[in-house]
């Protein structure tokens, strides 16, 4: 009967974490994401610093979907990970040919999402918009079973040679529905790793990519999120390098020498491999999302990094938010959408800025020309028509950021949580 008692405590704590993120700036936020009621009471958590460059890696680590490791996964949060076994070989699982005959084609038309419409008031509430983005958490009785996988077998987490996998070890032990499959594929000379994070109790969710392997914060939102959403998250592994054997994943979509004529970082060129490998993962049932993340501040003002909600271009326009939170509406934090159009001929972008701009969360509108093609997955999929392209940049570690973002993001387009 101990043991019994003893168990049930094991997983209620489990649960706890992988349901009730840390706050993020728990003062100012608090209205944003309403928190589950706690299994247990807990100490207030300190408002995070910002990341030190170089230093993502260790901000991030204790801060995926347990922001404190429950005591029956063993080891303090934030604790070394024990060095992960080499994986057997895989075999190419790419063919030569690319997916189509006509690979530049562009798809049909994708049916769409609705989004609400705008606040008409810009000074109400943020609570009254985010009522239903944090719902209840599972019962403190209930018990996690992984689901049966139909055509197919999932790689045991320890045999994968990822950090992010193993910085994450405690997430995939709490939640028995998030598999891992593996894709590995040769392109120009080099062998591209994919890993692929499903959930197994709701493949049909929402669909992440994160293309930046040194961007920890975004593949650790991304695992929120397939936990709590289901869908998938497909990831570039380059062993925590931003760009791999030379070439950036992110400028490296395309087709065909005609479309990625323009394409001044993409070397050699066309990569109908690496384009079909990734935009295969998405579906029409939901937009076209992706995860990054990015160095403090914007390098032409003193900072050092390229993007920025407090500046606009000719390509990118930034909308920084009306009702700032602290914390979640610094000038590296922001949805970043696109479009064909300039702005002011695209309503879609203006009712998300509308609707985002109260909550305290930035926008970020990138005008998609087909002559400025560079190559990035939000050129591919707009000149494509995959559908609506979502990318939620935070500066580098704020993955609390990052998690509050998605969950409004998902909220808005009406994707909904598991628990």
């Not at 049966?148 to 529905?177: H, L, Q, S, W, Y």
């Not at 979502?390 to 909904?416: F, S």
């Amino acid at each position: 009967m101990k043991n019994h008692f003893a168990c049930h405590a094991t997983a209620a704590l489990a649960l706890a974490a992988l349901t009730v993120p840390a706050a993020l700036m728990a003062e100012d936020l608090g209205l944003i994401r309403p928190k589950a009621r706690p299994l247990a009471e807990t100490a207030a958590t300190p408002e995070p610093a910002p990341a030190a460059p170089g230093s993502e890696a260790r901000d991030s680590a204790g801060a995926s979907l347990f922001p404190r490791r429950p005591a029956s996964l063993g080891g303090p949060s934030g604790a070394a990970v024990a060095p992960v076994p080499e994986p057997t070989a895989l075999a190419d699982t790419i063919g030569d040919e690319p997916a189509s005959a006509d690979p530049d084609q562009p798809m049909a038309e994708p049916a769409g999402i609705t989004p609400p419409p705008a606040p008409q008031d810009e000074q109400v509430q943020v609570a009254s918009l985010t009522t239903h983005i944090r719902p209840r958490a599972r019962p403190e009785g209930l018990v996690l079973t992984p689901t049966e996988v139909a055509g197919g077998k999932c790689t045991d987490p320890a045999a994968v040679r990822d950090r992010d996998v193993a910085r994450n070890m405690a997430a995939f032990a709490a939640d028995p529905d998030l598999c891992i499959t593996q894709e590995v594929f040769t392109e120009h000379g080099r062998q591209w790793h994919l890993v692929i994070v499903t959930n197994k109790g709701r493949k049909r969710g929402p669909v992440w990519a994160a293309l930046h392997d040194n961007e920890d914060s975004a593949f650790d939102a991304g695992l929120y999120s397939v936990s709590r959403y289901g869908g998938s998250m497909v990831a570039v592994e380059a062993g925590e390098q931003r760009s791999f054997k030379g070439q950036d994943p992110n400028r490296n979509f395309g087709k065909s020498a005609n479309i990625t004529g323009p394409c001044l970082d993409m070397s050699p060129k066309p990569s109908p491999k690496f384009t079909q490998a990734i935009s295969k993962h998405f579906n029409r049932r939901f937009p076209v999302m992706t995860m990054h993340s990015n160095d403090n501040g914007y390098a032409g003002n003193g900072g050092s990094g390229h993007i920025s909600a407090a500046r606009s271009s000719a390509t990118m326009r930034g909308f920084m938010s009306t009702n700032p939170k602290r914390g979640l509406s610094d000038e590296d934090n922001a949805i970043l959408t696109a479009g064909l159009n300039p702005y002011e001929s695209e309503a879609k972008a203006q009712r998300l800025v509308q609707h985002f701009s109260p909550l305290g969360i930035n926008v970020i509108y990138e005008h998609v020309r087909p002559q400025k093609n560079d190559c990035s997955f939000s050129f591919h999929t707009l000149l494509n028509k995959m559908g609506d392209y979502y990318n939620i940049e935070v500066e580098h570690g704020r993955v609390e950021a990052q998690k509050a973002i998605l969950d409004a993001l998902m909220n808005y387009i009406g994707a909904r949580p598991l628990y």
